[in-house]
């Protein structure tokens, strides 16, 4: 999987396309893209405004038609907790990656073993 293609995005609080976008945004182009997982306009977080995520996340309905799994694969959802409160998403690409965006470092990959040791990841949910 070719991943160097979404550094040039540039983060946009709300942006849902390559001109911009915010985490939520670039899942669900990775996931259209990489994994022919369509997710039209991210239903799945309940809209597009960062308190609709939010109270989405909270009340544990953020991810429609997701189910938890422990065995991250390909295409599965990081929901990742940043302040102690899960809301931030990436997507699980390949040997323990996962492609996020965020306001400071823009595209980026963390690993996942990284988040758990740092306690920032709140689950893992496949589409």
């Known amino acids: 999987m070719d ?9 946009k609080e709300g942006g849902r396309d390559e001109t911009g976008c915010d985490c939520y945004g670039l899942a669900r182009i990775v996931l259209e ?13 309940n809209g597009g405004t960062f308190e609709a995520q ?3 996340i909270a009340e544990g309905r953020a991810l429609v038609k997701c ?8 295409g599965d959802i990081a929901l990742m907790r940043v302040c102690g409160r899960p809301c931030h ?3 699980f690409i390949e040997k323990g990656k996962v492609i996020q965006i965020n ?4 595209v980026g990959v963390v690993y996942l073993s ?10 893992v949910y496949r589409v």
Do not use: S
Request: glycine letters at 10%; hydrophobic letters at 40%.
């Open 54 to 56: 939010e109270a989405a």
């Open 103 to 106: 306001r400071r470092d823009g």
């Open 114 to 123: 990284e988040l758990v040791r740092k306690g920032k990841l709140e689950g």
């Open 3 to 11: 991943i160097e293609k979404y550094f040039a995005i540039q983060y």
């Open 33 to 45: 893209r990489e994994f022919g997982k369509k997710v039209n306009a991210l239903d799945w977080l």
């Open 67 to 74: 189910e938890k799994v422990t065995d991250p694969m390909p």
């Open 89 to 91: 998403v990436g997507v």
